[in-house]
Structure formats: structure tokens, C-alpha cells
């Protein structure tokens, strides 16, 4: 930071006696510092304008499911639209669970003359 300020001084406004900053920019600083860039810091690849992070190649591109026994015909996709159809079917069959269970709570109402 001593270096810095030398470099790029601060008002003496802003330093206020007894304040830390004061305190720390009063010292000299023991190293000497060079704030340029080095020459090594941009790869020859950007001056070429690669890209520096690829895209993916496929989509749902990255860990797979373990390896399974060979012969298997199925691929991973067919698997995963496997996985999403269960899924549909479950919550649909939750919803009918539902709408029985209010169905019965109707109907037992109505026996007990709770509606008008």
C-alpha cells in the first residue's frame, strides 16, 4: 500500500492526524514494487481470440451414470425420459389420491346433512 501511494499520492486532507492510515503511510516502504503487468500474463492464446473455456459438447454434458453390464440397448437419454415419464405418472397419481379424499369428505358431509 506505501508503494502504491507513492506512486499515486493521497491528499493530505483525507489523512487526518492520529487516523491508522496516517500511521501506516508515514513509514517508508521497505520493498520496492512494480504495479505493471507482466509480460506473461495474457497467454498467446488471447491475443489469438481462442476461447479460454470450451463449450460443452452435448447436452446434459457431464457426469454419467455407472457403467452397467454389457448389451444393454438402452441409452442415457432413453433412461432419463424413463426416469421423467415415472415421475409424471407418480404426481398424477397423487393428484387422484387427492381429489378421491375429497371426494369421500363430500360425500360423508352430505350423509350428516353439513351442506344446506
Known sequence: MRCWVR???????RLQDGSTAK?????LPQLDVCFDPHPDANPPSRA????RWQMNPDRN???KPRAAKS???ESVEDRRL????KADES???RKADVM???ISIDLHLLAYHVYP
Open 100 to 102: 378421491l379424499l375429497m
Open 91 to 93: 404426481r398424477a397419481k
Open 23 to 27: 500511521a501506516i503511510l508515514s513509514k
Open 82 to 85: 424413463k426416469g421423467a415419464k
Open 48 to 51: 489469438q481470440g481462442l476461447l
Open 71 to 73: 448389451g444393454r440397448e
Open 61 to 63: 454434458w457431464g457426469p
Open 7 to 13: 506512486h499515486h499520492p493521497v491528499s493530505e486532507n
